[in-house]
C-alpha cells in the first residue's frame, strides 16, 4: 500500500506542525503534543474570530450534533450526581448543626465548596468522559480510516473541521452545568436542611449572598471552561497520534480520559494557590 501523501497538514508528515508520531516519545514527542495543542487552540480560535467577522460559517450540524453528546446525553447524570451530592451534604450538615449550632458558618463553607469545587471538577470529569473521549476517538478512526487523507487532499482543515464546532459546544454546555449544578446541589441541600433541621430560609438565602462575591463567581465560571478548553485539546492530540492500527483507537481515549482528569485536578489546584502566589 503506498503511504500517505505528504501534505501540509498531514499529522503522519509534517502538517500540523509539532504534531508527534504514533511511535514518538521522550521529551522530545512531549514538545511536539504540546506544539500540536497550541496549533489546536489557535486554530479554533481563528474559526471563531473568521465567523464572527463573517469569513467563515460554523458547521452547524456538527455542532448540534456535539452539543447533544456533550450536552443532553450526559445532562441526566449530571442531574443525578449533583443531587445525591446535594443530599450527601445536607445529611452531614444535619449532624453538624445538632452538635455545634452552627447553621451559618456551616451553610457559607457548603455553599463555597459546591460552587466553586465540587460541581466544577465534577462537570469537567463528566464532559472529558464524554465529549472529550468521543472527540479523541473521532480523531483517531479519521486517521485509521483514511478520512484524515481525504481531507487533508480536499483542502479541509481537520482541527477547524472536528475540534471547532466540539470545542464550542464543549465550552456552551460546560457553563450550562456548572450553573444547573449548583443550582441541583445547593437546592437539594438546603431543602434537607429545611426539611429536616428547621434551618429557616432567609439563613440559607443570606448563606448564598454573603459567601459568593464577584470575584469567587469568576472563578467557578472560569474553571469549566479552563477544563473544557484543556480537554479539547487533549482530545485532539491523543487522536491524531493515534497511528494506523485500530487497536490504537482505545488507548488513545484511555490517555484522553487519564490525561483530562489529571489535568482537571492539577488546573483546579492551581486556582486555589493562585490568590497565595
Known amino acids: 500500500m503506498d503511504p500517505a501523501p505528504e501534505t501540509p497538514l498531514n499529522p503522519a508528515k509534517r502538517g500540523l506542525p509539532g504534531a508527534p508520531s504514533a511511535t ?40 448540534t450534533a456535539a452539543l447533544r453528546q456533550a450536552g443532553l446525553s450526559i445532562l441526566p447524570a ?17 449532624n453538624v448543626l445538632q452538635n455545634l449550632n452552627l447553621p451559618g458558618v456551616l451553610l457559607r463553607t457548603v455553599t463555597y465548596a459546591v460552587v466553586l469545587e465540587l460541581v466544577p471538577i465534577l462537570v469537567g470529569v463528566l464532559v472529558a468522559g464524554r465529549a472529550g473521549v468521543a472527540l ?4 483517531a478512526t479519521l486517521v ?5 487523507d481525504g ?29 444547573w449544578g449548583s443550582l441541583v446541589t445547593v437546592g437539594t441541600a438546603y431543602l434537607w436542611l429545611f426539611f429536616f433541621s428547621d434551618v429557616p430560609p432567609y439563613q440559607l438565602v443570606d448563606a448564598v449572598r454573603n459567601t459568593l462575591g464577584p470575584q469567587d463567581l469568576r472563578e467557578a465560571l472560569a474553571k469549566p471552561l479552563v477544563f473544557a478548553v484543556v480537554i479539547a485539546l487533549i482530545a485532539t ?19 484522553t480520559m487519564i490525561a483530562a ?8 489546584l492551581l486556582f486555589v494557590l493562585w490568590p497565595e502566589a
Do not use: K
Not at 136 to 139: C, G, L, N, T, W
Not at 154 to 163: A, D, K, M, W
Not at 237 to 255: C, F, K, M, S, Y
Open 136 to 139: 479523541a476517538v473521532r480523531h
Open 151 to 179: 481531507l487533508l487532499v480536499g483542502g479541509i482543515n481537520p482541527i477547524r473541521y472536528v475540534t471547532g464546532p466540539v470545542l464550542l459546544a464543549m465550552l456552551a454546555m460546560s457553563f450550562a452545568f456548572l450553573v
Open 237 to 255: 492530540v491523543n487522536g491524531t497520534i493515534a497511528g494506523r492500527d485500530p487497536e490504537l483507537i482505545g488507548d488513545a481515549a484511555t490517555r
Open 24 to 63: 514518538g516519545g521522550g521529551a522530545l514527542g512531549w514538545l511536539a503534543g504540546v506544539g500540536l495543542a497550541a496549533r489546536t487552540l489557535l486554530e479554533c480560535l481563528a474559526l471563531y474570530g473568521n465567523i464572527v467577522l463573517g469569513r467563515e460559517r460554523l458547521d452547524l450540524p456538527a455542532f
Open 78 to 94: 449530571v442531574t443525578v450526581v449533583t443531587a445525591a451530592l446535594g443530599v450527601i451534604l445536607g445529611r452531614q450538615a444535619v
Open 261 to 268: 482528569v489529571t489535568s482537571i485536578l492539577l488546573i483546579d
Open 144 to 148: 485509521v480510516t483514511g478520512q484524515m
